[in-house]
């Protein structure tokens, strides 16, 4: 961005981009924003789509929407609400729009693109079938959760986070839960077996029924044309009357390929959070952005992601430049066990994994090493302890594993180099 733009539209009215209006204001940008959304709902938050409003049944407003109806005209933002982009044209530097009201165009000096994911489809006979659910809006929260009165039998298809966290409000509200996981274990290649192995015992005791390296092939239909069944590569169905579609997101890069910008998992960005082009930034979690700390480019689907980036691309969009580096950090609630997870690694690149207390007791702490370094946290039930893991895995400070693992010892000294954490931790 070289002069500060007096015009900024953000294509995409999720988190991401209700943030970005927010921080461009408090930053005293005071030229035109527009925020476009293809959903009918102001911005709002999606972690209570598979928790409360599954479990409850509805979520207070201030849980759920990013700001109150009036702060949008109180901040002179103009959110155009039902709105999808259908294209730009960065020579012009003008958008246009379709909506109910027909087609508009509106012109930019600067454009973020911050237009989330949306869920992964099964390419399998019958995937369409009445009955059959995918979580990403809250229009889907509000259709499942109809679905899920009655103690119907629910089939999720796909152990992650989303998969198990329905399972889990599911099975709070009486149904009959399976969980189909193409792996061995939910979530074992994100945390590994043993940790991975509480949440399945939680589950279990929930009489949430478990089936591991299952292909899900396809889905057979009662004659008035509802899912009736999974049906599995071994041959076997698993009856269901509804069926939860969780396995995975891809984000929503169309745009950025129609606008030829660099693109491959997400849309590639610097720590400032511009993309190839110099008037366009990405935020939330279509950016995969370069990250100061890991050395290479992340992307994160992550609720605080897109809380937080938005600092970044307003900073950047005025030309106070200040490089994204916080960690990625992450949250899930499953019936009563409360995990926050921060860091970024791949399982292949752990040595070693400690676990601080006992995993049984549902309270404890878990870090994973690379070669004797934090690389990543994860608390369940235990709820003051993420900055510190932070600053070990921002440190890059070895640890002595036998102290990381007792409770006795204070976070701050675990460290087996004193002087270099001193300085890193300070
Ligand atoms: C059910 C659910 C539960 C979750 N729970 C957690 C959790 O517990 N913890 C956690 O850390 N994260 C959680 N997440 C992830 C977190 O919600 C996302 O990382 C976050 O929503 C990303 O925000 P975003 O603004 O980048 O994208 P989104 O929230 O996806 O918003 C993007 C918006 O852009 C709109 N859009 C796209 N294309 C266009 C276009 N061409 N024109 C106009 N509008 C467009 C979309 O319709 C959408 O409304 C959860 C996600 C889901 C779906």
Avoid at 66 to 89: F, I, K, M, N, Q
Wanted: proline share 4%.
């Amino acid at each position: 961005m070289t002069a500060t733009p007096s015009c900024v539209v953000i294509i995409g009215a999720g988190l991401a981009g209700a943030k970005t209006a927010e921080h461009l204001r408090a930053i005293g940008f005071d030229g035109t924003i527009t925020l476009v959304g293809r959903e009918e709902h102001r911005p709002y938050e999606r972690p209570p789509l598979s928790k409360a409003n599954l479990i409850e049944g509805s979520v207070p407003d201030k849980d759920l929407f990013v700001h109150e109806p009036s702060w949008y005209a109180e901040h002179d933002v103009d959110l155009r609400l039902g709105c999808t982009v259908e294209e730009v044209d960065l020579r012009s530097h003008t958008l246009s729009t379709t909506s109910t009201e027909g087609r508009r165009t509106f012109a930019f000096d600067a454009l973020v693109l911050a237009t989330g994911s949306s869920p992964r489809r099964l390419d399998v006979p019958g995937a369409d079938l009445t009955g059959i659910h995918h979580l990403r809006t809250l229009d889907d929260s509000r259709r499942l959760r109809a679905a899920l009165t009655g103690h119907p039998r629910v089939v999720l298809v796909g152990g992650g986070w989303i998969g198990l966290e329905v399972a889990a409000a599911a099975a709070t509200l009486g149904a009959s839960v399976t969980v189909l996981e193409a792996g061995g274990m939910p979530l074992g290649s994100v945390l590994g077996e043993r940790l991975a192995s509480v949440l399945v015992a939680a589950h279990r005791s929930h009489r949430v029924q478990l089936r591991t390296r299952v292909d899900v092939v396809g889905f057979t239909a009662t004659s008035d044309g509802r899912v009736a069944a999974v049906r599995l590569g071994d041959g076997t169905t698993v009856p269901a009357d509804v069926v939860v579609v969780g396995v995975g997101a891809r984000p929503n890069v169309e745009l950025a390929r129609a606008m030829r910008l660099a693109v491959d998992d997400g849309v590639l960005t610097d720590e400032f959070l511009r993309t190839s082009h110099p008037r366009v930034l990405a935020v939330g979690d279509i950016a995969h952005a370069w990250h100061p700390v890991f050395g290479r480019r992340i992307r994160v689907e992550h609720w605080a992601n897109a809380l937080n980036q938005p600092r970044t691309a307003a900073a950047t969009i005025v030309g106070k430049w200040t490089a994204y580096d916080r960690l990625p950090y992450f949250y899930s609630d499953q019936y009563d066990l409360g995990l926050k997870y921060t860091g970024h690694v791949a399982r292949r690149d752990i040595t070693e994994l400690v676990v601080r207390g006992d995993e049984r007791s549902g309270t404890f702490m878990a870090f994973w090493l690379r070669e004797g370094r934090v690389a990543a946290g994860m608390c369940v039930n235990v709820w003051d302890q993420m900055d510190s893991i932070q600053a070990l895995i921002r440190s890059r400070a070895e640890v002595s594993a036998a102290r990381l693992g007792d409770p006795s010892t204070p976070l701050g000294e675990v460290v087996t180099e004193p002087r270099q954490a001193r300085i890193a931790l300070s």
